[in-house]
C-alpha cells in the first residue's frame, strides 16, 4: 500500500458548520471535502473529539512520520482518496454549545450527527467513523442506537463494552485516570476559560499532594473550582453498583450489541492500554452475533502503535502496526474504508492479529530497555481457538503448580490502606503526573507514586503475597483472557485483592537482579464477589471464594523464566483504595486496616487461570 505521503491533496474546508441537536444545541464541524466537486457524492468519515477538533492528536503519527500530522494534512489524506472528512467537536467542548458531562450524552450526540450528515447533498449515503481514545468511545455509543448511515468502524483503543468493569471502574474499584483527566481537562475547559479565579486555582494546585491525601470529598477538593467537572467525576465515583446509572448506550455498548447495524468494524488495542478489554469484549460481542468484526492487539500503550516500546521494555522491530500490516495506520484506514465504502476489493484476512510477547535476547537496547521481544500471530477467534486452559494452582509456600495441591494451608497479611502497594506500570493513560503505563521491572522507584523504598522490589512488602513457578523446563506461551480463583477471609466486612502477571526474566549480567516484568492485573472489591449489581459483606474470618478479573495478555515465557502471580489488596494510584470500612462507601473518611487471608489445600480454590498456545503457532 501506498504511504499517506503519496495521498497529499488540496480539499475544501467548512469551518464551524452548527449541528443541530434534538434540544437545539448545536456541534461544530470542520468539513473537508474533495477537491473537485464534479465526482460527488461521496462517503464519509466522522470523527467526534472532546480535544478540540483542530488540535492535531498525539496518535496521528507513524514510523515513518514520527511528527504529529495536522489535522488539515491528515484529512487531505482521506479526501485525496475521496472521502469527505468531518471532525466535530463534542458537547460543551471548545466551538460546540452546551454543557460537557463526560460521556453521557454522546450515544444520542453521534447518532443525530450521523443522521445529519446521511442527509446532505454531499454525502452518498454511507457513514465510516473513526477516532482514537473518546473519539472510539463516541462510535461504540452512537452504533448503539443503530443511526442512519452507519457503514463500518475504525475504533483504536477504546468504545466502551462497559465501563463500569473497564475504563471507568474495574472490579469494583474506580480507575483513577478518571481523575487525572478530570483534573488535566478542567484546567483547559471553557468555565476556566471564563473564570480566571478558577483557572488561577486550578494551575497553582500540586494534584500529586491532592492524590496522597486521598480519599476526597465533594465540594473540597482540587476540581472544586470547576464544579460540573467535580460533579461527573464523583458521580462516577459514588456509583458503586452496576445500576442503570451505567447500563446506558454511551457506557454499555455490550448491552445493546444486538441492536447495533451489522456493520464492518475493527477493534484495536494494546496490551497496556486500559482499554484492552474493551476492545476484546466488542469484538467477542459482535462477533457472537455474525458482524465482521476484527481485532488487533498489539504490545502497546494507548495509541503508541508506531512504537516498538512500552515503558522500560522493548519487543523489537516487529511490534509495530507497520509491521502488522505492510502499511502504516492512515494508509490502512484508507484502503479500509475504501473497501467498505467505495467497493474496493476486500483481501481475506483472518479475524484476529495479535502480537505475542516474548523471545528477546534479554539484553539491554541502545535506550536502555529490557529486550523482550515478540512475534505477530493472526487467528480466527479470541482466545485462539488453539488455545487450551492452563490452570496453576497457589501453594502456602509460594508455589505456582500444575498439580492440584495436597497441603492445606493459610498466609495473611494486613492491608493498610495509609500504605498502599504503589503501581509500576500496567494498562494506563492519560495518568499524568502521578502515574504511567507500560511494562517495568517491579521494583520501587522514586518516578513511581507512592514508592517509599527506592530500588527495593515490591515482592520485598509485607502485603504481597508472590506465588512462582519452578524455573521453566521449556518455552510456554499463553494468549487469552487471565483471572484468578482465591479462597480469602478478612477481619472486616469489606476489602480487596489485586493480582498482578509477572514473567520473572532470570538474573544476568546485565540485569543482576533479573527483571520482573509486569504483563497483566486486576482487582476485585470484594463485596462485588458474586456480582456488581449487590453488596455482600464478608462475615469476620469466614472463608469465601471470589475469582479477580484481570486485564488479557499474550506472552512467550521462556525456558528459564518463572511465572509469577503477586496477590496483595491495593494497586495504587491505578485504582482508588479500599478504606475497608462500610460497603459501597468508597470515599469513606474512615479507614481501617484489614487482617487478610488466603486459604490452601485439598478442595480449596487457589488457581491462576491462564490459556496455553503452541509455542509454534
Not at 117 to 128: L, T
Not at 141 to 162: E, H, I, K, Q, Y
Not at 521 to 541: K, Q, S
Request: hydrophobic share 40%; proline share 9%.
Amino acid at each position: 500500500m501506498s504511504q499517506p505521503a503519496e495521498h497529499t491533496a488540496s480539499a475544501r474546508v467548512m469551518q464551524d458548520i452548527m449541528v443541530p441537536m434534538r434540544d437545539g444545541v448545536r456541534l461544530a464541524c470542520d468539513i473537508f471535502l474533495p477537491e473537485d466537486s464534479s465526482t460527488g457524492p461521496w462517503p464519509v468519515l466522522l470523527e467526534r473529539t472532546p480535544y478540540d477538533k483542530r488540535a492535531p492528536r498525539t496518535n496521528e503519527y507513524t514510523v515513518a512520520h514520527p511528527q504529529v500530522f495536522g489535522r488539515r494534512e491528515l484529512a487531505g489524506f482521506f479526501t485525496a482518496a475521496g472521502f469527505v472528512v468531518v471532525f466535530q467537536d463534542c458537547r460543551g467542548r471548545y466551538a460546540s454549545e452546551g454543557r460537557f458531562t463526560k460521556y453521557r450524552g454522546e450515544a444520542e450526540d453521534g447518532a443525530e450527527t450521523l443522521a445529519w450528515i446521511a442527509a446532505q447533498d454531499w454525502c452518498d449515503g454511507q457513514i465510516g467513523t473513526m477516532g482514537m481514545s473518546y473519539s472510539a468511545h463516541t462510535q461504540m455509543a452512537a452504533a448503539a442506537l443503530s443511526p442512519p448511515g452507519l457503514a463500518a468502524m475504525v475504533l483504536d483503543c477504546g468504545g466502551f463494552s462497559n465501563a463500569y468493569q473497564g475504563g471507568i471502574r474495574f472490579g469494583g474499584a474506580l480507575e483513577l485516570k478518571q481523575v487525572t483527566w478530570a483534573f488535566r481537562h478542567a484546567l483547559r475547559s471553557r468555565a476556566a476559560a471564563a473564570d480566571p479565579v478558577a483557572k488561577a486555582a486550578l494551575e497553582a494546585t500540586d494534584i500529586a499532594a491532592w492524590f496522597r491525601r486521598m480519599p476526597w470529598k465533594r465540594g473540597h477538593s482540587p476540581l472544586s473550582p470547576i464544579p460540573d467537572y467535580e460533579d461527573y467525576l464523583f458521580d462516577q465515583w459514588d456509583r458503586t453498583l452496576f445500576d442503570d446509572y451505567w447500563k446506558i448506550p454511551a457506557l454499555y455498548a455490550a448491552g445493546y450489541h444486538d441492536r447495533m447495524p451489522p456493520v464492518p468494524s475493527v477493534h484495536m488495542s494494546g496490551w497496556y492500554d486500559p482499554y484492552a478489554c474493551t476492545a476484546i469484549k466488542n469484538f467477542s460481542g459482535l462477533r457472537a452475533l455474525g458482524h465482521p468484526a476484527r481485532l488487533i492487539m498489539g504490545p502497546w500503550t494507548h495509541g503508541n502503535r508506531s512504537r516498538t516500546y512500552a515503558g522500560k521494555v522493548d519487543f523489537g522491530p516487529d511490534a509495530t502496526f507497520e509491521a502488522a500490516t505492510g502499511c502504516d495506520f492512515v494508509a490502512w484506514r484508507i484502503a479500509y474504508f475504501s473497501r467498505h465504502l467505495q467497493g474496493a476489493d476486500d483481501g481475506a484476512e483472518q479475524p484476529v492479529r495479535f502480537f505475542l510477547m516474548g523471545g528477546g535476547s534479554g539484553q539491554h537496547t541502545a535506550e536502555g530497555r529490557l529486550d523482550h521481544g515478540g512475534r505477530w500471530i493472526t487467528a480466527q477467534d479470541w482466545p485462539p481457538p488453539d488455545a487450551t486452559p492452563m490452570p496453576l494452582y497457589l501453594t502456602p509456600q509460594g508455589g505456582l503448580d500444575p498439580r492440584l495441591p495436597r497441603e492445606a494451608g493459610t498466609v495473611g497479611y494486613i492491608f493498610d490502606p495509609e500504605d498502599p502497594v504503589p503501581t509500576i506500570g500496567g494498562p494506563i493513560t492519560s495518568g499524568a503526573p502521578v502515574m504511567v503505563g507500560g511494562a517495568f521491572d517491579q521494583r520501587e522507584e522514586a518516578a513511581f507514586f507512592g514508592s517509599r523504598a527506592p530500588g527495593m522490589p515490591l515482592t520485598s512488602r509485607a502485603d504481597v503475597l508472590v506465588f512462582e513457578s519452578e524455573p521453566l523446563a521449556q518455552d510456554v506461551a499463553v494468549a487469552g483472557n487471565v483471572s484468578v480463583d482465591l479462597t480469602i477471609s478478612s477481619d472486616r466486612p469489606t476489602t480487596d485483592f489485586t493480582a498482578k502477571l509477572v514473567d520473572v526474566w532470570p538474573r544476568t549480567a546485565e540485569f543482576p537482579h533479573g527483571f520482573a516484568m509486569n504483563l497483566c492485573d486486576g482487582i476485585l472489591r470484594t463485596p462485588f464477589r458474586e456480582g456488581f449489581d449487590r453488596l455482600l459483606p464478608l462475615e469476620p474470618d469466614t472463608p469465601v471464594t471470589l475469582t479477580i478479573p484481570m486485564y488479557p495478555t499474550a506472552n512467550l515465557f521462556r525456558a528459564g523464566h518463572r511465572i509469577r502471580l503477586e496477590v496483595s489488596s491495593s494497586n495504587f494510584p491505578r485504582f482508588d483504595v479500599n478504606p475497608n470500612a462500610a460497603l459501597g462507601d468508597d470515599l469513606s473518611q474512615q479507614r481501617h486496616k484489614a487482617s487478610n487471608t488466603l486459604h490452601f489445600g485439598p478442595g480449596v480454590v487457589a488457581r491462576l487461570n491462564l490459556m496455553q498456545i503452541p509455542t509454534g503457532a
